[in-house]
Structure formats: C-alpha cells, structure tokens
C-alpha cells in the first residue's frame, strides 16, 4: 500500500517531468501501474522505487516511470469531427491556394501522437481529399507526430494493427485501401507511411526548432495537465502557429477558460480554433 508521503513523492515528481497533475485522490493508479515495476526494480516500497529513480542517472527508470502513467488511449478518426472539418474547410482552402501558386506545403503537428492513429488518419483523410484533385499531391502535406513516450513512438513507426485495434473507428473503405494483411496483423501502406514523420517531444520543452505549423492536434492531452501548464502550453501553439493557423482539441476539451489567443469556430457539430 502507498503511503500519503510516498504518493506525495511520486506525483510530484511525474509532474515535475511530463506535466501530468494527479489530483489527491489518484494514490490508486500509481499504486495499481507501479507496483509491478516496484518488485520488478528489486524494490519492497514506493518510497525506495522513488530513491532509485531519482538516483538513475540514465533515466531510463524515470521514463518507464512515466510510461507507466501516461494514459496513451487512441483510436482511428476519434471524435470524427476534426477530420470532417479537414476535408470540408481547412483542406478546401489550403488546396486553393497550392492551385493558385500561393502555397506550396500545409504543415500539421500532432503533438500527443500515441501509437499513430491520429496522424494517420489526418493523412488517409488528405489523400481520400486529393483523390479528385490532381493539382495537389500527397507531398504537399507533412504531418509531424511527437510525444513524450518512446514506446507508442516504435509502434506508431511500426505502423502495425492488430485486429482490435484496427475495429477501433477505422471504416472498412480505409482499412481496405490503405492497409494490408498479414495473418492477423495489418500493416500501413508505404503511401500513408511516408507522410508522417515521428519524433519524441516532451511538450514541457521548447518545440520552437520544429518550424511553423498550419494546424496542430492537441487532441486528449491538456485533460491530464494543470491549469498553468494549459495555459503555457496553449500560448507557445499560438507562437508556433502560422498567422491563421488553426488548433484542434478533443472533444472533452476546451480552451476557452485558459486562453484569449484563440478564436472559436464551428463546423457541423465540431470545434476548432483559430490563433488571433
Ligand atoms: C490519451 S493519448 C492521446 C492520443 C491522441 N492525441 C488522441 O487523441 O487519440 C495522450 C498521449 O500524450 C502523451 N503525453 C503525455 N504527456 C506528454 C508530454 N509531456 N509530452 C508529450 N506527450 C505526452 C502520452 O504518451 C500519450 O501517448
């Protein structure tokens, strides 16, 4: 069982370095995700798996610590609305302008990627969204996916489902054009692949060396950050962002209470924001 002390301990230290708050009554997840780690580091106490974190000079514990906690729950399409509002709107117009001369790249930044999901269905949206319009092509768009986690970083490269995964918002014109089969694993296809780059980020530091963005995904991340950490977080997006660019949230968040840089609009049934 953790003590206060140890919880105390722990918390603090998680925040310290990915930024996740937990609030006082979350002693119960770091207790059920540590304990196997705990008997695992030859530890008999939190307090001790604490002291030998701190000490590891390699920070590999420390990572694994905040692996462990990290909540990296995806899924294809999530929410649906932001894709609709790619192909409706913010596709319409950025294609307009390559056909006009006036662009020649639309960039976007998925900064909590997971295991790809996300960035891969921003880029199956882009290319069903092209299909009809051979003036704009698929290098038109690069698509950045960072987070903290090397893990889900390897998976997302990887670019391999298994089934469940796969069942999980993904419609079957996709699954059927964009992925192929292996006995029960599906792998991405090279023409999706190649438009998503990975990289790690901690969003506690700087991200100014990735260069402008169009639209970043911020998408069910700032639900597990304090309210400082949001507000932070939300103005350096709005300095990365190009003028006009666009931010996309999940569907549980909204910014409208730690930020005056963005602008709210609605699509359909969907929010995005635009920095001011
Ligand atoms: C719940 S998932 C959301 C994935 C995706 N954006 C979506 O909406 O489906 C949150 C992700 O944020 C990552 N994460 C947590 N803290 C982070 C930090 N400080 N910097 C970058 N990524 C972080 C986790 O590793 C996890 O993969």
């Not at 913010?90 to 960039?107: H, V």
């Not at 986690?149 to 490269?157: A, E, H, N, W, Y």
């Not at 419609?171 to 292996?182: C, L, S």
């Not at 103005?235 to 006009?244: M, S, T, V, Y």
């Amino acid at each position: 069982m953790i003590s206060q002390d140890e919880f105390r301990l722990i918390r603090d230290y998680v925040e310290a370095h990915c930024g996740i708050h937990l609030s006082d009554d979350k002693a119960y997840l770091i207790e059920t995700r540590l304990t196997t780690m705990m008997f695992e580091q030859g530890c008999k106490t939190f307090g001790e798996l604490y002291d030998k974190a701190v000490s590891d000079k390699t920070h590999v514990l420390r990572d694994k610590i905040i692996e462990a906690i990290t909540t990296n729950e995806t899924f294809w399409f999530r929410d649906l609305h932001p894709f609709g509002i790619l192909n409706e709107v913010l596709f319409q117009q950025y294609a307009a302008e390559i056909q006009a001369g006036k662009r020649s790249k639309i960039r976007i930044w998925c900064c909590a990627c997971s295991t790809g999901q996300e960035p891969y269905s921003i880029a199956m949206t882009f290319l069903e969204f092209i299909r009809h319009r051979p003036a704009v092509t698929p290098g038109h768009l690069e698509i950045l996916a960072t987070d903290i986690s090397s893990t889900v970083l390897f998976l997302g490269k990887l670019g391999r489902y298994d089934t469940l995964s796969m069942s999980r918002g993904l419609p079957e014109k996709y699954r059927d054009r964009y992925f192929d089969k292996n006995d029960r694993v599906w792998s991405i296809r090279d023409e999706v692949k190649k438009m998503v780059t990975f990289q790690k980020l901690n969003l506690q530091e700087s991200f100014n060396h990735l260069g402008s963005q169009d639209i970043v995904f911020c998408r069910n991340i700032l639900i597990y950050f304090s309210l400082e950490f949001k507000q932070d977080l939300l103005k350096r997006i709005a300095r990365l962002l190009r003028p006009g660019g666009f931010l996309f949230l999940g569907a549980s968040e909204s910014i409208i209470m730690y930020t005056q840089e963005y602008e709210m609009y609605r699509h359909a049934m969907g929010l995005y924001y635009q920095v001011r």
